[in-house]
């Protein structure tokens, strides 16, 4: 039953001398594919587990499709400051043409420039293999218009592969999956399997609406690989069940909503702003504007010592990052425009699996501080660290 899966050179062919496995790695692949039906992409005809987390896999995909187009070199990809994503397209020895977000202008989304997309790829269609789309990230950043993107991709004949790392549990995102599907093109989308399925990292999925698609991605694979993402998938939806897992969904819709009701009131009471990102429905992102910009990744810190391991500080930064030849400007915000600072909070189907701290409820102190500064210096007069030291964070710091 632990054998592997498949051969050498395809990820889906049996294996002779060990029928147990073969069979395992058959139901994990069916068991997923009405999953993803199940959350909503009702069109998807073949899935695939792969036992590489969400980069390498995103990697595998665009590799896979080098000989239909061996003179492209080039993939477009729409800003996401989530480094695996862009060094997929470095592993595949392919050169990135990074398009920029634009800021909405009717609300703090940061949404594609499809119109950069398609003056880029007007003229040099031949030289671009794809465009990589991402529908999963943290708030301000919106899911990526991939409806549009598909209907340019169809125009001009390019591969479209999304990164959909945890976008499955959002009803939004897989309507504008299936929209997408309808009205352009989608050679693949790619999500991962602790964030979507509750199973430890290491894992992957790879959806198409063609199942061709993901056959051709299967083959490309080199070697045999371990079934154990796999078997842990199985075990996982033989426990949950097809309400177990519309229980999940539904549940996590309900908790952002009341998380964001709640943050919204935390944050006036200190007098800061939960940003209005009305596509993304999973992240939540409050301003940090009262925090001077170079001790707002203290806060971070600080939360961290406080056992809140989920929330995120981006600082107000104009500090470039490079990622090999490549440089960002404020990475980890998805723009180099600058910006206040802020708390990303996201709310997964994980957090329905055990008991949810909210920052707000954490820091509800009886001193009642009426801005994000003074709170800090509440927390900072309690915070220790976890570790076996348990130093004490000096208030001067964070004043």
């Known amino acids: 039953m632990f054998h592997g899966m498949g051969r050498s050179g395809n990820l889906t062919e049996r294996q002779p001398k060990a029928r147990g496995s073969t069979v395992m790695a058959q139901i994990a692949n069916e068991f997923v594919l009405q999953l993803i039906r199940l959350m909503g992409v009702t069109s998807t005809k073949g899935a695939l587990i792969v036992p590489m987390a969400t980069g390498m896999t995103l990697s595998l995909c665009l590799s896979s499709w080098r000989t239909t ?206 940003l209005e990102v009305p596509d993304n429905k999973i992240s939540l992102a409050m301003t940090l504007k009262t925090i001077p910009a170079e001790k707002q990744t203290l806060f971070g810190s600080v939360l961290f010592a406080r056992a809140i391991t989920g929330a995120r500080v981006v600082a107000s930064t104009i500090h470039k990052k490079a990622i090999e030849d490549y440089d960002f400007v404020n990475f980890g915000s998805h723009t180099s425009e600058q910006h206040v600072g802020y708390l990303n909070i996201a709310c997964g189907i994980d957090s329905m699996q055990k008991p949810k701290t909210l920052v707000y409820t954490v820091y509800r102190l009886e001193m009642g501080p009426n801005d994000a500064q003074s709170l800090c210096s509440a927390m900072a007069r309690q915070a220790t660290c976890l570790c076996p030291c348990r130093r004490a964070y000096p208030l001067e710091l964070l004043v």
């Not at 591969?159 to 352009?184: C, D, I, M």
């Not at 083959?219 to 079934?227: D, H, K, M």
């Open 69 to 274: 187009k061996p003179s492209a070199k080039y993939i477009i990809w729409s800003r996401i400051d989530q480094k695996s994503c862009f060094k997929s397209i470095l592993c595949g020895s392919y050169e990135p043409i990074i398009v920029e977000l634009v800021k909405d202008k009717n609300s703090d989304a940061l949404r594609t420039n499809v119109e950069a997309m398609r003056s880029i790829i007007r003229g040099r269609a031949d030289q671009i293999l794809a465009v990589l789309t991402t529908t999963s990230c943290f708030a301000p950043r919106a899911p990526d218009d991939v409806v549009e993107v598909a209907k340019l991709c169809e125009e001009f004949g390019i591969f479209h592969l999304v990164n959909n790392a945890y976008g499955l549990q959002s009803r939004r995102v897989v309507r504008l999956l299936e929209q997408a599907k309808t009205e352009g093109r989608i050679d693949a989308f790619v999500q991962s399997t602790d964030k979507n399925f509750l199973i430890p990292v290491g894992g992957a999925v790879v959806a198409s609406f063609e199942k061709a698609n993901v056959d051709r991605i299967a083959q490309f694979y080199a070697g045999r690989a371990t079934s154990i993402p796999s078997s842990d998938l199985v075990i996982t939806c033989l426990e949950l069940g097809r309400s177990g897992w519309r229980d999940l969904i539904l549940g996590r819709e309900d908790l952002f909503d009341v998380t964001k009701k709640k943050l919204q009131e935390f944050a006036e009471e200190i007098g800061e702003d939960v």
